[in-house]
């Protein structure tokens, strides 16, 4: 190797040190006028950096929404539907004149709002919820609670339709249809088990057009939604929903060797309870299927 070629080595070299020194220094530069300019004030409480100065205003980096910007939605989780569905259950509480030791027997199940017609407010249940009761009352996820009338039921089907009355603000669910609900269909149960209320489970649809047997031998003629969704006392009457928030059916009763729920959980599907509603209250916004598919918009 010549010396004209090492010379021209080492000339090399030292270029490329002396391009790294000054990258160096110059982010040295910035970040010290950076401190002169705007001086960290030290963490506040929440938590985010600041930068002020008297004569600049104050730069605060809020990191918890840009992580919210950046991830709107969180993979795997149902909360946006749980957000729209949980506000139209309501938890139902009956009372029935018992014996003479017992003067009233108490029950508690759940109920779905489906309408809304101007002050009245119409609940969806099961018969069995509210049963001979004389004292109904639902109570919203809200914590608001109010006095219900009892317009019909029917223990052949087993639904019941309740009725309050309120000036205030109330959602009621969509109702979609569950004639396209199909095995493997995730879905969520909500209602109120063992009165804990605004319970919410997830599961899939196990099978449709179930018929059962109760425990009394009568074969139900209804054509059952099965689902694994945990499903206990107290979810009676209350909400499935699909992963659009649409209701597909009326939670009802499981099959359980302990009284647990072991994931054989029975809904009424909302085509079944749409016909009956329309029979009862008449045409309504029911009356429009509306529904869509699993993780389709209508």
């Not at 080595?9 to 002169?36: D, E, I, N, W």
């Not at 063992?194 to 599961?203: K, R, V």
Request: hydrophobic share 40%.
């Amino acid at each position: 190797m010549g010396v004209k070629s090492v010379v021209s080595r080492l000339v090399s070299c030292q270029g490329v040190q002396l391009a790294h020194l000054a990258l160096t220094l110059g982010l040295v530069a910035v970040t010290a006028t950076m401190f002169v300019l705007f001086p960290r004030s030290g963490p506040s409480p929440d938590g985010a950096v600041r930068f002020s100065s008297s004569s600049a205003p104050v730069y605060r980096i809020d990191y918890p929404t840009l992580l919210a910007d950046a991830h709107p939605i969180v993979p795997g989780s149902f909360r946006f539907v749980a957000r729209d569905v949980l506000p139209v259950v309501a938890e139902v509480h009956a009372l029935t004149p018992g014996s003479h030791r017992d003067p009233t027997r108490r029950s508690v199940g759940s109920g779905v709002l489906v309408y809304r017609d101007e002050s009245v407010v119409y609940v969806l249940t099961n018969n069995h919820v509210v049963g001979d009761a004389t004292v109904i009352r639902s109570k919203l996820t809200d914590g608001r609670e109010f006095a219900s009338e009892l317009v019909w039921k029917d223990p052949v089907s087993d639904l019941a339709i309740l009725s309050f009355e309120t000036e205030d603000t109330v959602p009621v669910a969509v109702l979609g249809t569950s004639s396209v609900l199909e095995p493997g269909d995730w879905i969520l149960a909500i209602g109120s088990p063992l009165g804990l209320n605004s319970t919410l489970t997830a599961g899939i649809v196990s099978a449709v057009g179930r018929h059962v047997t109760r425990r009394d031998g009568n074969m139900v003629s209804i054509d059952f939604i099965q689902t694994d969704a945990a499903i206990n006392r107290g979810n009676s009457g209350g909400a499935l929903v699909n992963m659009n928030g649409e209701l597909v059916g009326i939670n009802t009763w499981m099959a359980s060797p302990n009284g647990g729920s072991v994931g054989l959980g029975f809904a009424i599907p909302i085509d079944t309870a749409r016909a009956i509603i329309e029979g009862v209250l008449g045409p309504g916004p029911w009356s429009d299927v509306k529904g869509s598919k699993p993780n389709e918009r209508a």
